[in-house]
């Protein structure tokens, strides 16, 4: 199985910062990599596919970038509406598998 | 407005049986995969099945393989989990979520996900 190790397991920002959250695979996985957001109570909502393509709605502070094992998600000017929990996801293999998480809190 | 709405989930004894069930709108539902994922309360996301747009191909979690089973029904525009000999590892909330063309994809949207609790 294709591990996804995702870090930092959580980090204090405040509105207006830059954060960074990476992902890296235990193998080359090409470009196969999603990331989501999850907000309490809700279900978890895609925002990237295929490591860099913004999803449909999705606001242009978040990007993605990488290849290979390395996956790096970005949000380049933190909003309050954005405190939630990300994760990235492999689809280069079953099991599908995501990294364990990373909340992005207030400061 | 593409709507997933779970339904099935409540408590459970160890080695009994659920089915969880998929009630799909919105979109072409037999034109995609279709996958379910679960949330074990307060910690990450474990994909645990999915199953092709044309129910030829399924795939499960190795947690899950020989225990549970998916199926579709497109007529019905319907998506099910059944679960067998259920353990508390088994607790979690279990997403429905759609998939792509092809079974290997990302998983948009999710439905809100329905509770099951395996206990004695």
């Known amino acids: 199985d294709i591990q996804m190790t995702q870090s930092p397991s959580s980090v204090s920002a405040s509105v207006g910062d830059r954060v960074t959250i990476t992902c890296r695979a235990s193998?080359?996985?090409?470009?196969?990599v999603a990331w989501y957001q999850q907000k309490p109570g809700k279900a978890p909502k895609l925002l990237i596919s295929a490591a860099s393509t913004l999803r449909s709605g999705v606001p242009l502070r978040f990007s993605g970038s990488g290849s290979g094992t390395d996956f790096t998600l970005t949000i380049s000017s933190l909003q309050p509406e954005d405190f939630a929990t990300y994760f990235c996801?492999?689809?280069?293999?079953?099991?599908?598998?995501f990294g364990g998480g990373t909340k992005v809190e207030i400061k | 407005e593409v709507q997933l709405v779970e339904s099935g989930g409540g408590l459970v004894q160890p080695g009994r049986s659920l089915r969880l069930s998929c009630a799909v709108s919105g979109f072409t539902f037999d034109d995609y995969a279709m996958h379910w994922v679960r949330q074990a309360p307060g910690k990450g996301l474990e994909w645990v099945s999915g199953?092709?747009?044309?129910?030829?191909?399924?795939v499960y979690a190795d947690s899950v393989k020989g225990r549970f089973t998916i199926s579709r029904d497109n007529a019905k525009s319907s998506l099910y989990l059944q679960m067998s000999s259920l353990t508390a590892a088994d607790t979690a909330l279990y997403y429905c979520?759609?998939?792509?063309?092809?079974?290997?994809?990302?998983?948009?949207?999710w439905g809100q996900g329905t509770l099951v609790t395996v206990s004695s």
């Open positions: 979520a759609k998939g792509g063309e092809f079974l290997r994809d990302w998983v948009d949207p």
């Open positions: 199953i092709s747009w044309n129910s030829d191909t399924t």
């Open positions: 193998q080359d996985i090409t470009s196969w």
């Open positions: 996801q492999q689809a280069d293999s079953f099991p599908l598998t």
